[in-house]
């Protein structure tokens, strides 16, 4: 085995966790991905890495000689890409996350498309509204809406993400009128939380809404249920048990055919985005490039 390839499977197992999770990634025997560590360290003469049962850590060293060996392949993986013909067929497996309702939704399409022009290309989709670490996971990209807040990771806005609060026609007829933001705080909501453990309170949540003045305004919810699925929340509206907070990706279909209802289409909310998210200072594999610029076009194009 060539040195560059024992460096990537030593780097696989730190970024990973574990020699068990980078054999899994690598699709390849633990005992394999355990021996080629053993060889390169009797090669270099030095131990990389501290090994107990379940856990490992690196060495002083190790630290070190990873950190060279991620600039070293990242540089031998960008030459490659400029060097080869970027017309070439893709080929590997293209692993990345996104949450459930916007991949089912608005992604499909696109992975289609993106598919029948690399028919070469296979795929393997997540789709889960959990935060996924995509280095120990083995995963180069992530679809993910919202604050970034992960300094650790690099992200490109694909599309804004438009909220709506509404109801059913059933819901609005039976329950106090709705003409001021302020009015919101007498009804029931549907709260999407991604933290399903959080603990669900009456007053314990708020949404913020700018007002004819341009001003930011927080207003206190009155939580009836709480989910981490906005289909699930959507179908309780529809059922009338309260106001849903939704991205109108999720709800186009409810909105054209009336059967929810906008409210307080006067005012405005603080605008969210879509965005492709990678990890910072790794080289970009020339699949997950050209999948972001697709992507990305896709939504700029309207379709």
């Not at 054999?23 to 560590?37: D, G, H, T, Y």
């Not at 969210?272 to 992507?295: E, G, H, T, W």
Request: glycine share 4%; net charge positive; aromatic share 10%.
């Amino acid at each position: 085995m060539g040195q560059l390839e024992e460096m990537a499977i030593f780097v696989r197992i730190v970024d990973a966790g574990s020699i068990s999770k980078a054999a899994e990634q690598l699709n390849i025997a633990k005992s394999a991905v355990s021996r080629r560590l053993n060889e390169l360290e009797k090669r270099l003469g030095v131990s990389l890495l501290t090994r107990s049962t379940r856990t490992s850590s690196l060495t002083d060293i190790g630290r070190n000689y990873y950190l060279r060996c991620v600039t070293l392949l990242d540089d031998v993986n960008c030459i490659d890409a400029q060097t080869s013909n970027n017309n070439a067929a893709l080929t590997g497996v293209f692993k990345f996350t996104a949450p459930i309702a916007f991949g089912v939704t608005h992604l499909n399409a696109a992975i289609n498309e993106f598919s029948n022009l690399h028919p070469e290309l296979k795929f393997q989709i997540d789709f889960s509204e959990g935060k996924i670490d995509l280095i120990e996971q083995g995963f180069e990209l992530a679809i993910r809406i919202g604050k970034l807040q992960d300094s650790s990771y690099q992200a490109r806005q694909i599309t804004a993400i438009e909220h709506v609060i509404c109801a059913s026609p059933k819901y609005l007829k039976t329950h106090k009128t709705i003409k001021h933001y302020q009015d919101l705080e007498a009804h029931s909501f549907l709260k999407f939380d991604s933290n399903s453990t959080s603990q669900l309170t009456n007053k314990s949540s708020h949404i913020n809404i700018i007002d004819e003045n341009n001003k930011q305004q927080s207003i206190v919810l009155n939580p009836k249920m709480s989910s981490n699925n906005g289909e699930f929340l959507k179908q309780m509206a529809l059922n009338s048990k309260g106001l849903v907070y939704l991205p109108t990706f999720l709800i186009h279909q409810e909105l054209k055919a009336n059967t929810l209802i906008p409210v307080l289409s006067q005012y405005r909310y603080p605008q969210m985005f879509a965005y492709a998210v990678y990890p910072k200072n790794r080289f970009l594999s020339q699949r997950c490039r050209l999948f972001i610029d697709f992507i990305c076009e896709w939504f700029e194009s309207g379709v």
